[in-house]
């Protein structure tokens, strides 16, 4: 299966998370907080994005680049690579909240950059770009981010409001497309973002109820 995306169903989502994101950051007062992505603070998740949210508002530039579209919007997930060292990335995270002496400190930084990129998405025009090994369409790389930030949304959302609709949809579908359409039709889209992603383990009622899917799930991290 593919998920292909338009410019404007890729723009649209990111944008709308973006916000989310910028509220969040306003509200946001405790990097030490447990957040659900295993083994990470929520100071340790907000400085992954933000490292995230760096690399991406620099590539955007650079639309029409060389390479043609070798990856779609679902299929990116599965060719990044996995970090060799877990425990190394997270004492890296660890030491980049520990350089900053209070929240806001992080989250005024990261908030900037936020704005920063919205902006450039806002202007970003229709093409393809080249972004970690693989070129995408604008709208998948776009839409792909998207759903990068609501997962994360999700990793804090113990103390943050939920993620923007479009983007956790968007996320949902990556998830379903990714699990080759197995994905319940009666579970909300944040129930299938944190199976879809091991934030939430099934219950043995739920695999019970539909063979396969624990052997399916997770399929995005």
Do not use: K
Not at 42 to 67: S, T
Not at 175 to 187: E, F, I, K, T
């Amino acid at each position: 299966m593919t998920l292909h995306l338009t410019h404007a169903e890729g723009r649209d989502a990111l944008l709308d998370e973006l916000a989310e994101w910028e509220r969040l950051l306003g509200a946001f007062d405790d990097l030490d907080a447990p957040s659900r992505c295993e083994g990470w603070t929520c100071g340790q998740v907000v400085v992954h994005v933000h490292l995230g949210l760096q690399e991406i508002a620099l590539a955007l530039p650079a639309v029409d680049g060389p390479g043609a579209v070798d990856v779609d919007a679902a299929g990116c997930w599965s060719r990044y690579p996995v970090a060799a060292d877990p425990d190394a990335g997270s004492a890296f995270l660890a030491g980049l909240v520990a350089a900053h002496p209070h929240a806001g400190a992080l989250t005024n930084h990261v908030a900037a950059t936020v704005r920063g990129l919205a902006r450039g998405v806002e202007r970003v025009p229709e093409g393809r770009v080249a972004f970690q090994g693989m070129t995408f369409s604008t709208g998948d790389l776009l839409g792909s981010w998207a759903v990068e930030l609501a997962v994360h949304h999700l990793d804090l959302e113990l103390i943050a409001d939920p993620p923007a609709a479009s983007a956790l949809h968007l996320a949902r579908r990556t998830v379903d497309d990714l699990a080759g359409g197995s994905v319940p039709a009666d579970w909300d889209d944040a129930t299938v973002v944190l199976a879809g992603t091991g934030r939430v383990a099934l219950s043995d009622a739920e695999a019970g109820r539909h063979s396969g899917l624990r052997e399916t799930l997770p399929v995005l991290r």
